[in-house]
Each structure stands twice: as C-alpha cells, then as structure tokens.
C-alpha cells in the first residue's frame, strides 16, 4: 500500500497556522462584504476577461471627466478598482493554501481509509476462522456496510 501522507502536522504549528488565519479574519472583518448566494449570482463579475476593459475605463475617466455621467462617482470607482485589485493576491495565495490543505486532507482522509477497509477485511476473515475476539470487532464494523437484501432474501 502506497502511503504518500506519512508525516504528522505537529499541533502547535495547526495552532498557529489556525492564530495567523484568525488574525487575518480579524484584520479584514471591517473590511469585508458577505453576500447571499442569491446577491453573489446576481452581480456582475469581474475577472480576467472584463479587468482590461476596468483598468482602461479608469484611465478614461481620470482623463477626460466630462465624459462621466453626472451620477458616477469617480471617488467610489477608485476605491472599488483600488481594493478589487489589492484583494486579488490575497484571492490567490489563501485559494493555493485552501487547495493544499484539501489535497492533503482528501490524502491522508484516502489513505486512513482503505487502512480501515484493509483492517477490516482481516478482522472479517478472522470472525470466519473463529479467531477469539474478531467476531465482536467484524460485527460492529460491518454495521457500516449494510447487506444489500435482493428479492430472494426478501421472501
């Protein structure tokens, strides 16, 4: 069994990973907006595509401020343009730690399993050889494996 996922995250480095995350929250939560999914689906994106479109829009309306409509505020503009792009590494860099902690959960999750299921199996075949004390162990593992009753063992 190929075992990938062999060294233990010492729990005072979780704990502090766990502090700086919190401090992170913490320093943003004046900062932030939450959305439903409803307002999230419902609002205009910006990304890759359309940021060029923005960046230029910008320049233009610093330029040339009689084109604005009386109603656009340039200030707000700035202030939206501003953080969109401040926040976007911060997007980036907790987007690779969040898919480094799930590779590395979804492993070692993988990993403990079939573990289980290897134990298990030999506990299953032991409760058939009538080795002392599998039976009880095969029996209350394999309430997580419910038979399956087909139509002969229903009658």
Known sequence: MNNS???SIPQAELDEIILSINKAIT????????????????LAKLGDKTLAFVEKTNSYALANPQLCPAYFDQAAFAIDFADYRSLR???????????NIDDTMMVAGSEAF?????????????AKRDIAGAKAVYDDLKT????????????
């Open 5 to 7: 996922h062999n060294q």
């Open 27 to 42: 320093l943003m939560r004046p900062y932030v907006v939450t959305l439903t999914p409803e307002e999230r689906s419902d």
């Open 89 to 99: 590494p911060l997007v980036v860099l907790t987007e690779q730690l969040l898919h």
């Open 114 to 126: 079939i573990a289980s299921l290897s134990f298990y199996n030999s506990a299953k075949d032991a």
């Open 144 to 155: 997580r494996f419910p038979q399956k009753r087909g139509k002969a063992a229903e009658k």
